[in-house]
C-alpha cells in the first residue's frame, strides 16, 4: 500500500511514508470524497458535477472543466513521481467518469468495517483486541468536512451506525471476559451521546451491577427509562424491564461471567474462572475490615497482575499504585511502605518512564522510607526498594540510580532469592546505557532473565529476557537469534495473556524488514503504520509519544531523502535531535546551526546510539567539526552495532557507517 486515505474524521491522505498529502482547496477534497464513497466504482462526470455544486442550485458553465482540473491536481498530489504523459495508477479515467483504486487496506473506513466484521468471528480476547484497535483509527464523525454534504449522508449514517455496534459489541466482550470495570467508562459516555439505544444502556447496568454498585445500576435503567417516556413517549423494551427486576432480585444468573441469558445471541457457557473470582473477591469483602493493612498489600498484587494486561489496565496501575503508596506512607509504619512499594515488581523493558512526574514521586518514597526502615528489616525490603529507585529513575543522568541498582542486585544474589534477582536485574538492565556499544552486556542480563525465570516459573521475567535479548541481538545484527527470542516472547504471551508483549514483537518484525529485507520505502513505511496502531491504546506513553515519526525520519534518512516538514508532526521527546534537520529540510541553514549547537546530549536509554547519529547527520551536512569530534567519540565503542536497532524498533544502519563518515569529514581540510 503507498498511498492510504482517511475518512473516519476529516478526509485526509498520507504518503508512503507517512507524511500528509496536502490536498489543496475544498473542491479538490470534495473530489476525493466523493470517490472514495463510491468505494472503487466510477463516478461519471456529470453526477460529480451536480454533487459539487449541489449547494448552488446550477453548477457553473465551466463546471465540467473544473473537475478535469481538481482531478490532474490530486493526480500530481497522489502520485508525485509518476512519469508524465503515463496513466494515473491511482485516480483513473475510465468510461464516463473517474474511480479511485485504492487498495483494500488503503482506507480507515474499509479497514474498519472489515475489522468489526471480523472480530465476530473470533476468541472474545482476540476480538477485544480487534474491535480495540479499530475503534483508535476514528479522528471524528466519518467525512468531518462534508457533514451537510447529501452524497455523503448515507456513507455517514452506514459508518456512524457500524461505529456504535462496534462500541457496544467491544463492551459484550469485556462483560464476557469479566472486565466490567474496564466497560463503564465508555458506556456512560456512549449512552450519555446516544440516549436512544436500549442495548448500551442495558450494558452500562449490567457492567455497574458486575462491579458491585447495584444502585448505580438502577439509577442508570430508571434514568433510561425517565429519557424513553419524557422524550419518546415509549416505556422501555422488554429487555430492559427484565434487568431492572433481575437486578432488584440479585439473580444469579446476573453474577460476573459469560453466560448471560440476556444475550441469547452469544448463549457463552460459564466461566469457572470468572465464578471462582466472584466468590473469592465477595469473601474477601466479607472478612477483611474495611481499614485493614493487608487490603494495601492486596490492592498491590491485583494492580501488578493487572499493569501486564495492558492498555486501561496498565494506565489504571500506575495511578492506583502511587495511591497505595501515599496511604500506606500516611500509616507511619515504613516496613509497610516498604512492602507496598516493592510489591509491584512489573517487568519493564522500555528506557523511558511513561509518567516522569509519577516515577519521581516513586522513587522519592522509596528513599524516605529506605531511610526510615529499622535497622532489623529484611535485607529483602532494602533490595526491593533499591530496585524501585533503580527501575524509575532510568533515562537520567542520576548517579543513584546505577548505584541503587548494584545495591540490590549484590542483596538479591546473597540472599539466593530468585524473584528478588529477577526484579534486580531489570534495574540493573535499566542503568546499562551510560556510554554507547554496551548491548553485548545487556544480552548477557537477558540471557540470565530467561534462565533463572524459566528454572522458577515466572513467566513476566522470562518475557523480560526474550524481549531484552531481541533488542540485543538486533543491535549486534544476529536477526535468526532475534526471531527465536521473539517467537518465544510471542508464545509464551499467548500462553499467558500478555497482550502488551504483540506491540514490541510487532515493531521488531518491521525493523527486521527494514534492515535485511529490500522492501520499497513505502512498504516500509506502510509496515511501521501498521506497528504504530498497536500502540494506540496500549497505556504506553513513554513509548508511543514522537516514535512513529522518528521510525519514519530513519527511514528517509536510510534512503537518502530529507527529514519530515510536516509542521503539524509531534516529534515528542525527539525533536531537539530532529530540529536541525527539519530546518535543512526546509532550506534554513542558520536555523539548523543554532539548533545543532542548542543540542544537549542524549538520554541514556535504549535509543542513545540512534540520536548520536542524527546529530552526526546534521553536523556532517552543517560541516559542525565540533559536534562530528564529540558524534565520533560517542559513537566509536558501539562500533559493530546498529544503530538504533538495539531498541528493537528502527535503525539508521550500521553505526561504522556513520563512523566512516565522520572520520572522512574530519579528514578533510576546512
Not at 239 to 267: C, K, N, S, V, Y
Not at 401 to 408: E, K, L, N, S, Y
Not at 506 to 523: F, H, I, K, N, Q
Not at 636 to 658: D, F, I, K, Q, Y
Amino acid at each position: 500500500m503507498g498511498v492510504a486515505f482517511g475518512v473516519l474524521g476529516p478526509v485526509a491522505a498520507w504518503d508512503g511514508a507517512g507524511d500528509a498529502i496536502a490536498l489543496k482547496g475544498p473542491r479538490h477534497r470534495a473530489v476525493l470524497a466523493r470517490l472514495l464513497v463510491a468505494r472503487r466504482r466510477v463516478v461519471p462526470v456529470g453526477r460529480l458535477v451536480a454533487d459539487l455544486w449541489a449547494d448552488q442550485g446550477e453548477p457553473p458553465a465551466d463546471a465540467v472543466g473544473a473537475v478535469r482540473t481538481f482531478v490532474a491536481a490530486l493526480r500530481r498530489a497522489l502520485e508525485p513521481e509518476r512519469p508524465p504523459r503515463t496513466p494515473a495508477r491511482l485516480l483513473v479515467t475510465e468510461g464516463p467518469g473517474y474511480a479511485l483504486r485504492g487498495e483494500p487496506e488503503a482506507v480507515d473506513a474499509w479497514r474498519f468495517e472489515r475489522a468489526v466484521t471480523a472480530a465476530g468471528t473470533l476468541p472474545d480476547l482476540d476480538a477485544l483486541n480487534r474491535l480495540e484497535e479499530a475503534l483508535s483509527w476514528w479522528r471524528g464523525p466519518a467525512y468531518a468536512d462534508f457533514d451537510t454534504a447529501p452524497w455523503a449522508r448515507a456513507e455517514r449514517s452506514r459508518l456512524a451506525e457500524l461505529r456504535l455496534h462496534a462500541v457496544e459489541r467491544r463492551a459484550e466482550v469485556q462483560l464476557a471476559l469479566g472486565r466490567a470495570a474496564m466497560a463503564v467508562p465508555d458506556l456512560d459516555s456512549h449512552v450519555a451521546e446516544h440516549p436512544w439505544r436500549e442495548d448500551a444502556w442495558r450494558l452500562l447496568a449490567l457492567a455497574l451491577y458486575r462491579t458491585g454498585r447495584q444502585g448505580d445500576a438502577l439509577a442508570v435503567l430508571r434514568r433510561a427509562r425517565t429519557l424513553l417516556v419524557e422524550q419518546l413517549g415509549a416505556d422501555p423494551g422488554p429487555t430492559l424491564r427484565r434487568l431492572e427486576a433481575d437486578i432488584l432480585d440479585q439473580a444469579a444468573h446476573l453474577a460476573p461471567g459469560p453466560g448471560d441469558p440476556l444475550d441469547r445471541e452469544r448463549a457463552r457457557p460459564a466461566d469457572p474462572a470468572e465464578r471462582v473470582w466472584s466468590q473469592a473477591t465477595a469473601a474477601y469483602d466479607r472478612t477483611v475490615a474495611s481499614g485493614a493493612r493487608a487490603r494495601l498489600e492486596s490492592t498491590v498484587g491485583l494492580l501488578r497482575d493487572l499493569a501486564v494486561t495492558g492498555g486501561g489496565g496498565l494506565e489504571a496501575a500506575r495511578g492506583h499504585r502511587l495511591a497505595a503508596i501515599t496511604a500506606a506512607q500516611e500509616l507511619g509504619d515504613p516496613e509497610l511502605t516498604a512492602r507496598v512499594i516493592g510489591a509491584y515488581d512489573v517487568p519493564a523493558i522500555w528506557t523511558r518512564v511513561d509518567d516522569p512526574r509519577q516515577a519521581a514521586d516513586t522513587v522519592r518514597a522509596a528513599e524516605l522510607t529506605l531511610a526510615a526502615l529499622p535497622q532489623d528489616a529484611h535485607p529483602a525490603a532494602r533490595a526491593r526498594l533499591l530496585a524501585t529507585i533503580a527501575l524509575e529513575s532510568r533515562g537520567t543522568r542520576s548517579a543513584r540510580g546505577p548505584q541503587a541498582a548494584r545495591q540490590a542486585e549484590d542483596i538479591a544474589r546473597r540472599l539466593n532469592d530468585p524473584a528478588l534477582l529477577a526484579f534486580a536485574l531489570n534495574g540493573t538492565f535499566m542503568q546499562t546505557f551510560h556510554r554507547a556499544g554496551l548491548a553485548p552486556r545487556r544480552d548477557e542480563i537477558g540471557a540470565e532473565l530467561v534462565a533463572l525465570s524459566a528454572r522458577h516459573g515466572m513467566v513476566t521475567y522470562e518475557v523480560l529476557g526474550h524481549l531484552v535479548r531481541l533488542q540485543s541481538r538486533s543491535a549486534l545484527v544476529d536477526f535468526d537469534g532475534a526471531d527465536e527470542h521473539a517467537a518465544s516472547a510471542d508464545r509464551l504471551a499467548e500462553r499467558h495473556e500478555l497482550p502488551l508483549v504483540g506491540v514490541f514483537t510487532d515493531w521488531y518484525r518491521v525493523l527486521r524488514l527494514s534492515a535485511t529485507g529490500s522492501p520499497r520505502p513505502t512498504e516500509e513505511a506502510t509496515a511501521y503504520r501498521r506497528a504504530a496502531l498497536r500502540l494506540d491504546g496500549a497505556g504506553m506513553p513513554g513509548l508511543e509519544h514522537g516514535l512513529l515519526p522518528l521510525a519514519m525520519l530513519c527511514l528517509r534518512l536510510r534512503h537518502g531523502r530529507p527529514a519530515q516538514t510536516d509542521e503539524h508532526l509531534d516529534w515528542g521527546p525527539y525533536e531537539p535531535w530532529v530540529r536541525p534537520l527539519v530546518s535543512l529540510a526546509h532550506d534554513r541553514p542558520a536555523d539548523a546551526r543554532a539548533a545543532l549547537r542548542a543540542l544537549p546530549d542524549p538520554p541514556r536509554d535504549l535509543l542513545f546510539e540512534a540520536l548520536w547519529c542524527l546529530a552526526a547527520r546534521a553536523a556532517l551536512a552543517l560541516d559542525d567539526h565540533r559536534t562530528m569530534e564529540r558524534a565520533l567519540v560517542e559513537l566509536t565503542p558501539a562500533a559493530a552495532e546498529l544503530a538504533g536497532a538495539g531498541s528493537g524498533l528502527l535503525t539508521l544502519g550500521p553505526v561504522a557507517r556513520h563512523l566512516d563518515d565522520l572520520t572522512a569529514a574530519l579528514r578533510r581540510p576546512r
